[in-house]
């Protein structure tokens, strides 16, 4: 699946909740509960992106030209957003995941966490994560 | 209704609520709990009228003019430096300088009276449970000029232990700067006591009074006060404006902050004399709409009534107290004996963010994180809390829709 393919396919999912903020919020929060924990040996200051308030940690590795993302969070909310970006950017080539739009999440009415006030740390990680891309690019 | 049965104090609570159109916003489809006081508090229509007359009717510039308007405006920002002095029992209102905000205040007493008063090798005291606004300033001047920073504990509720103060306030401490109300904890701060330690040693005292304006009466001489600070704008009054309240004596000791437009008597390239105070420390041209906005809200509070206000809100943090003690695994964060309406708390296994999120989702407005209060949350080994503070236009039935809110975000989350 490409990552528009993916971005559609859960903006579907979320269609199915309507204006229905409970709804939308417990599905983001089971994604966070189902989240595999990030191998707590990548779970390292150096991976650490600080938000003001919650924290988010980030692995990627290189694997057969394509980049796949770990990643967890303290706050579980945080960590259902994180999830979401996950499922759409890893698996994919550098290139793919620099060009990545990413508008899902403004469809799916979730915009406000990714406003550079909100202190989670998401803002921070799209960025790290095409920056990540951006050095794999680089490398090969 | 069980909030009903220890409302005794004596607000005219849907009155009051009429005189603040934005707490009848709605917000997600649900009108507005507004709970993040501390952080800053909202207007009366008196506050903002006087903002629109001011630009509809009054604009011009003070103290510089010979026209009607600027004499007509320089009249009424003096007017409202004396309503500040007043509010404040201040023996005289050059005593008032406007500033910016409580931070300002507090930066300018870090760059002028530590020039005249304060050198290497002195001491400053502060206390562990200080806003940033009331640690950063200091820790950069002592960095800078070679004088240590030395900070009081707070006990496990939140509290200063006055033996410990006793002891930290030595004969090289220069200055003790402390927060009146802490706005992270609630706790009140027995500051009348802690300026007479301090004065038993001839040490001055600067108070951050930022969260203690909104909720209490104040008075700068009966504390014996040699500085005291606050902002307009957390106490129903306009932002970008403040107050620094200080001794004369001090005052007239402490060489300008900032230099500008307003601050002299005579400027020549070889030599300027400055104003006197007030206006040495009043460089530029001021928020003046901000000062007078400030005095209406000041009057509009002491329509209420000081103590009203106080003992209602007593009332009200007892209840939200009683309530939100009731809550599995919530654990209130300052447990001082005199508090304001500050609550601070921590869910176990929850982050503060996420109940922040699920509040917010319901129209509920509170604060998350760690409130400028950073070496706070450390001592309590927490990321941040959430925090609900009340101001008196708060009800009863708004602590119901918090605790209940509380609960449907506790059982989504777990
Ligand atoms: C205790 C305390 N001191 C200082 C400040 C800073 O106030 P301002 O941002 O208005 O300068 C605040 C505001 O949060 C505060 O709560």
């Known amino acids: 699946m490409t990552i528009y393919e993916t971005e559609q396919e859960i903006i579907d999912e979320f269609s199915l909740f309507g204006d229905d903020w409970e709804m939308k919020y417990e599905h983001l929060i089971d994604i966070g509960k189902s989240l595999p924990l990030i191998d707590p040996q990548y779970k390292t200051d150096d991976r650490l992106i600080k938000g003001c308030q919650s924290k988010v940690w980030l692995h990627s590795e290189l694997k057969d030209g394509n980049l796949l993302f770990r990643a967890d969070s303290d706050a579980i909310i945080t960590k259902g957003i994180v999830g979401l970006m996950v499922r759409v950017l890893s698996g994919h080539t550098p290139a793919e995941i620099m060009g990545a739009k990413l508008e899902f999440i403004d469809q799916i009415g979730l915009k406000e966490h990714l406003s550079p006030t909100r202190a989670n740390g998401l803002v921070s990680m799209i960025k790290q994560m095409k920056l990540d891309a951006l050095a794999y690019s680089v490398k090969n | 209704m069980e909030s009903q049965a220890i409302h005794t104090a004596t607000l005219d609570l849907s009155k009051i609520r009429e005189d603040f159109p934005i707490l009848l916003r709605k917000v997600g489809g649900k009108t507005l709990v507004y709970l993040d006081n501390g952080a800053t508090s909202q ?27 600027s004499q007509e405006i320089t009249i009424a920002y003096e007017k409202a430096r004396e309503t500040v002095q007043k509010h404040l029992n201040a023996a005289k209102a050059e005593e008032i300088i406007f500033t910016k905000g409580t931070t300002d205040s507090i930066c300018l007493i870090a760059n002028s009276f530590s020039k005249t008063f304060i050198k290497p090798g002195d001491e400053i005291l502060i206390t562990e449970m200080e806003h940033h606004s009331n640690i950063l300033p200091w820790q950069m001047y002592c960095e800078e000029n070679g004088v240590s920073l030395v900070v009081v504990p707070v006990t496990p509720e939140g509290e ?66 040699d500085f005291y600070c606050f902002s307009a704008h957390k ?28 601050t002299i008597k005579t400027v020549s390239f070889k030599k300027t004399v400055y104003a006197e105070v007030p206006l040495k420390f009043e460089a530029g041209t001021p928020h003046i709409e901000g000062g007078i906005g400030l005095a209406v809200a000041l009057d509009y509070m002491n329509a209420i009534g000081l103590d009203h206000i106080a003992a209602y809100e007593q009332e009200l943090l007892a209840y939200a107290t009683k309530k939100l003690s009731a809550i599995d695994g919530l654990r209130i964060i300052g447990t001082a004996k005199e508090k304001a309406a500050v609550l601070s708390f921590v869910i176990e296994g929850l982050h503060p963010m996420d109940i922040g999120t699920l509040l917010d989702q319901q129209g509920i407005a509170v604060r998350t994180g760690h409130h400028c209060t950073q070496p706070l949350m450390d001592y309590y080994g927490v990321p941040g809390t959430v925090r609900a503070s009340f101001a008196f236009y708060n009800t009863f039935e708004e602590v119901d829709k918090l ?3 509380l609960y449907k975000a506790i059982k989504m989350l777990t």
């Open chain 2, 403 to 405: 605790v209940d809110a």
């Open chain 2, 43 to 69: 207007k009366p229509k008196p506050v903002i009228d006087a903002l629109v007359h001011y630009y509809d009717f009054q604009n011009s510039n003070i103290h510089r003019g010979i026209h009607k308007l």
């Open chain 2, 235 to 262: 106490t129903f009054g306009p932002t970008g404006v403040g107050i620094l309240y200080g001794k004369e004596k001090w005052l007239n000791a402490m060489p300008p902050y900032q230099v500008g437009g307003g």
């Open chain 2, 160 to 225: 200063l232990n006055l033996q410990d103060v006793k002891s930290l306030l030595g004969p090289k401490t220069k200055l003790f700067a402390f927060t009146h109300v802490s706005n992270t904890l609630g706790t009140i701060n027995p500051a009348k006591e802690l300026i007479a330690l301090a004065h038993a040693k001839n040490i001055p005292v600067l108070i951050d009074g930022a969260q203690a304006i909104p909720h209490m009466k104040v008075d700068v001489q009966d504390l014996d006060a």
